[in-house]
């Protein structure tokens, strides 16, 4: 596996292997990567020749006072990882090789609507810094794939968006989220939890599905009376709810009762850990 900090050597790496016919595939992460992240290199590793996969913690996708400076930083475990997982080429840049200094003065990308919504209510700025730096990373890999996990599903929605509404020439694709034994969704921000509020964790995922169970066999019509409930639960368990939302998936507005294609979206602090997860399903109509 080749490891390079430079956009330039990315850039000729990308070309010798576009001349070569190779498809690529990137996998963009932040780092710190658990095994949500090497299934996504898994399932890249299926569809391209070559994987190359981004580890960059993106200022621009922090809000002010947020965990940047505390974001789990262990770039040498992660690279033996991808080493065994078989990446061809692990692009781990520093902050100035991406950004100007000035950071306000950077070009951004917007996806209006679906970047305001739900995480991005509480957010500001969040999306707005995943779609500039995936758009940069896109332009640097060429990639004929990208993936990204289903457990940030507001962020797939926004970057396929964003590729079709840019006519970006890459073919997103979604992997499940991998869970804990206990239901938990894998995610980096896990080790903020301290061990009595890792016991309560799990309840999220148990409220969501456990709403879903009772949309699907029709119990639930009141969508907003339901998402209340589970909100009370979740807030007794000791979670503070950020919003829990019955969605329909096209647009992520909340569900009318003849949608039939759903998601619900949640997001809840324990202590400092913001937890988000999701349930994608579909109903056949009751
Ligand atoms: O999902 C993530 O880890 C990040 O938001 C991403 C897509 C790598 C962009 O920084």
């Known amino acids: 596996m080749k490891v390079t900090e430079s956009v330039q050597s990315l ?26 992240h090497l299934d996504l290199v898994a399932r890249a590793r299926e569809l391209a020749d070559r994987v190359i996969v981004s580890i960059f913690v993106n200022p621009l996708q922090f809000e002010p006072g947020g965990d940047l400076d505390n974001y789990p930083r262990t770039l040498a475990a992660d690279t033996d990882k991808l080493l065994q997982a078989g990446a061809d080429l692990l692009f781990a840049p520093d902050v100035n090789e991406i950004y100007a200094k000035d950071l306000s003065k950077t070009t951004q990308v917007v996806v209006p609507g679906l970047s305001s919504l739900w995480c991005g209510a509480s957010r500001a700025g969040h999306f707005q810094g995943v779609s500039t730096i995936v758009n940069k990373l896109l332009n ?28 970006m020439p890459v073919s997103i694709i979604a992997v499940p989220t991998r869970r804990e034994a206990d239901g938990l969704a894998m995610s980096s921000r896990n080790a903020y939890l301290s061990s009595n509020e890792r016991k309560i964790a799990a309840k ?10 009772k949309i699907s066999s029709g119990q639930y019509l009141d969508y907003q009376k339901a998402a209340r409930q589970a909100l009370e639960t979740l807030h007794q368990a000791g979670f503070k709810t950020d919003y829990l939302a019955i969605c329909r998936q096209s647009d992520l507005q909340l569900a009318e009762p003849d949608d039939k294609d759903l998601v619900i979206l949640a997001a809840a602090y324990l ?12 109903i056949a109509g009751h």
Do not use: W
């Open 11 to 36: 850039n000729e790496y990308v070309r010798e292997q576009r001349d070569a016919g190779k498809k690529i595939a990137l996998v963009p992460t932040m780092g710190n990567l658990h095994q949500g």
């Open 140 to 167: 640097m890999a060429q990639a004929d794939f990208a993936v990204f996990g289903e457990k940030d599903f507001q962020q797939l929605c926004i970057i396929r968006k964003m590729v079709a509404d840019l006519n």
């Open 204 to 213: 999220l995922r148990e409220v969501m599905v456990n709403l879903q169970e």
């Open 271 to 282: 202590g400092k850990a913001r937890l988000i997860d999701n349930c994608i399903f579909s």
